[in-house]
């Protein structure tokens, strides 16, 4: 896990402008499409659960921010 640690730390931040709507599916799970201020394009690959802790950590951390709605 070292490993990781030094590499994401040496990453420059993805600052995602657009989440595209077309979603491809697999059996697996989702691709979901981003892209960045400078129109890079990244896919995220995800299965039920990494897409379910996706969203509990972004819903976490809004909370955080900005409270409960």
Known sequence: MGDFD??????????VT?????????????????IDTQGSRIRLHLTTVTAEMLCERIADALESRYGKS
């Not at 030094?6 to 600052?15: A, M, Y």
């Not at 979603?23 to 979901?32: I, K, M, T």
């Open 6 to 15: 030094k590499r994401s730390s040496e990453t420059p931040d993805f600052v």
């Open 18 to 34: 657009n989440v595209l709507r077309h979603l491809e599916y697999s059996d697996s799970g989702v691709a979901v499409s981003l």
